[in-house]
């Protein structure tokens, strides 16, 4: 996000930027590709992006959830399937426990 507006030491842009990635992980987790393809593309959001409450990042929860397309978009625009926040599980390693999830293992081992 663009807007930035300083008062007092509280940024409105990092806000912004904080829900972008919320609602880019949420997105991702509930199968809403178009909406991960907005984000991305027109609200800054940023790919690797972690959630701070949870240590997801938005393929750990398109992965989780089993949803391959929202994967591939992630994967598409340069997800890092490799990465976690200290004591969360990788995207990689969500979808080799979850064998019902073979899409998102073909995907994540394609790029």
């Known amino acids: 996000m663009t807007v930035v507006c300083d008062m007092a030491g509280f940024t409105i842009a990092n806000r912004l930027d904080g829900l972008v990635a919320d609602l ?3 997105a991702a987790g ?14 800054g959001a940023k790919v690797d992006d972690v959630k701070n409450e949870t240590g997801r990042t ?3 929860a398109a992965a989780a ?14 997800a890092d399937v490799t990465l976690h926040k200290k004591g969360h599980p990788s995207p990689l390693m969500l979808v080799c426990c979850h064998l019902p999830l073979r899409p998102c293992v073909v995907l994540c081992f394609r790029h």
Request: glycine content about 8%; proline content about 0%; hydrophobic content about 55%.
């Open 30 to 43: 509930v199968g809403e590709t178009d909406a991960v393809s907005r984000l991305l593309s027109e609200a």
């Open 58 to 60: 938005a393929l750990s």
């Open 65 to 78: 959830s089993g949803h391959a397309q929202a994967v591939d978009v992630l994967l598409r625009a340069g």
């Open 24 to 26: 880019l992980v949420f």
